[in-house]
């Protein structure tokens, strides 16, 4: 028998979200996690228009056979979820007039409408995001565990999660992105005498200065608010604490966040903590054959997510699971894997 997936909108802090939960063959309440997309106009699946990406999906179909439920939501502003309380809905450009916090608080939103469900055990819930989503999961967790009273979460999965500023993540990008162009365009950045480190730091000077949602840099609209607060965000703030389990997993091949960071988290999150750095793994999670490059990304999602991916976190979510049923509470002591 294959899972069963429910259709089902929740309450969001500006409208009702929509997601998909999936519910394993059996008899709940199930331990159960929220997935979360990375960023930009990402779906429930984490697809977008022109990149099925399709990680949360595949990540909910690996996580029902070991008997752990799931909730995936679109993002607000995309798919379902760009209706509107007074029952208008949002232009397809919507999601660029959300803030990185605005996430996070729908992240939030998603973890107490998941606690709510009978399908799903309350004190076995944890939160799984990759990429954005592991910034917006560190910051719910963070803002759930020291907040009011309620459900807590069990434990928190950073797919592809940064541990620097979001401007030095995107420094970064640009150092080690360029040497990775096609021949013709770095001779022509070459020609013209540019440098894409000091463009982007203009660039987030430019959007610094902004005060609107949205703006246009250089030509296209870009989503203003979200970059200026992810440009100061550091995460570091939300892992120190995340007094929790933690897994941290993050390719080898991953050129949009530094693998190094998986020292970072490890020595940042004050609960126990494994960290893997997956071989060959690239950023979208899959794994990427030859030189690390972004211009293999149209193929690489033609492929599975990676299945060591899914199954190192399968099988970390389902021994937590199994250890907060037994031992409900207990903290054992920090393990960096």
């Given at each position: 028998?294959?899972?069963?997936?429910?259709?089902l909108?929740?309450?969001?802090?500006?409208?009702?979200?929509?997601?998909?939960?999936?519910?394993?063959?059996?008899?709940?309440?199930?331990?159960?996690?929220?997935?979360?997309?990375g960023?930009?106009?990402?779906?429930?699946?984490?697809?977008?228009?022109?990149?099925?990406?399709?990680s949360?999906?595949?990540?909910?179909?690996?996580?029902?056979?070991?008997?752990?439920?799931?909730?995936?939501?679109?993002?607000?502003?995309?798919?379902?979820?760009?209706?509107?309380?007074?029952?208008?809905?949002e232009g397809?450009?919507?999601?660029?007039?959300?803030?990185?916090?605005?996430?996070?608080?729908?992240?939030?939103?998603?973890?107490a409408?998941?606690?709510?469900?009978?399908?799903?055990?309350p004190?076995?819930?944890?939160?799984?995001?990759?990429?954005?989503?592991?910034?917006?999961?560190?910051?719910?967790?963070?803002?759930?565990?020291?907040?009011?009273?309620?459900p807590?979460?069990?434990?928190?999965?950073?797919?592809s999660?940064?541990?620097?500023?979001?401007?030095?993540?995107?420094?970064?990008?640009?150092?080690?992105?360029?040497?990775?162009?096609?021949?013709p365009?770095?001779?022509?950045?070459?020609?013209?005498r540019v440098?894409?480190?000091?463009k982007?730091?203009?660039?987030?000077?430019?959007?610094?200065?902004?005060?609107?949602?949205?703006?246009?840099?250089?030509?296209?609209?870009?989503?203003?608010?979200?970059f200026?607060?992810?440009?100061?965000?550091?995460?570091?703030?939300?892992?120190?604490?995340l007094?929790?389990?933690?897994?941290?997993?993050?390719?080898?091949?991953?050129?949009?966040?530094?693998?190094?960071?998986?020292?970072?988290?490890?020595?940042?999150?004050?609960?126990?903590v494994?960290?893997?750095?997956?071989?060959?793994?690239?950023?979208?999670?899959?794994?990427?054959?030859?030189?690390?490059?972004?211009?293999a990304y149209?193929?690489?999602?033609?492929?599975?997510?990676?299945?060591?991916?899914l199954?190192?976190?399968?099988?970390?979510?389902t021994?937590?699971?199994?250890?907060?049923?037994?031992?409900?509470?207990?903290?054992?002591e920090?393990?960096?894997?």
């Amino acid at each position: 028998m294959s899972p069963r997936e429910v259709q089902l909108r929740f309450p969001g802090p500006d409208r009702d979200l929509a997601g998909t939960l999936t519910v394993p063959v059996g008899d709940g309440p199930f331990p159960a996690a929220v997935l979360v997309s990375g960023s930009g106009p990402l779906d429930r699946n984490s697809n977008a228009p022109r990149m099925p990406i399709d990680s949360t999906r595949q990540l909910a179909h690996a996580l029902a056979p070991a008997g752990i439920a799931s909730l995936r939501y679109d993002k607000r502003g995309v798919g379902e979820s760009r209706s509107l309380r007074d029952g208008t809905t949002e232009g397809r450009n919507g999601w660029k007039r959300v803030g990185l916090l605005d996430n996070a608080a729908d992240t939030a939103a998603a973890f107490a409408a998941l606690a709510t469900r009978p399908e799903a055990d309350p004190g076995r819930l944890f939160i799984v995001g990759h990429s954005e989503g592991a910034l917006l999961v560190a910051h719910a967790a963070a803002g759930l565990l020291t907040g009011p009273s309620g459900p807590r979460p069990a434990g928190v999965v950073l797919l592809s999660g940064a541990a620097q500023r979001g401007d030095a993540v995107l420094r970064r990008q640009a150092a080690v992105i360029a040497p990775t162009l096609p021949a013709p365009v770095r001779a022509l950045l070459r020609l013209l005498r540019v440098d894409l480190i000091s463009k982007v730091s203009r660039n987030h000077d430019k959007i610094r200065a902004t005060t609107t949602d949205v703006t246009r840099i250089g030509g296209p609209t870009v989503n203003a608010k979200w970059f200026r607060e992810y440009l100061d965000h550091d995460p570091r703030a939300d892992l120190s604490r995340l007094d929790l389990p933690v897994l941290a997993v993050t390719g080898s091949k991953d050129l949009q966040v530094d693998p190094a960071d998986l020292a970072a988290i490890a020595e940042a999150v004050p609960g126990p903590v494994e960290t893997w750095c997956a071989p060959d793994v690239s950023h979208l999670l899959r794994t990427q054959p030859g030189a690390a490059s972004l211009r293999a990304y149209k193929q690489e999602v033609r492929r599975p997510v990676e299945p060591a991916v899914l199954g190192r976190v399968t099988k970390w979510v389902t021994a937590r699971a199994a250890r907060e049923r037994d031992e409900p509470g207990v903290v054992e002591e920090r393990h960096r894997g």
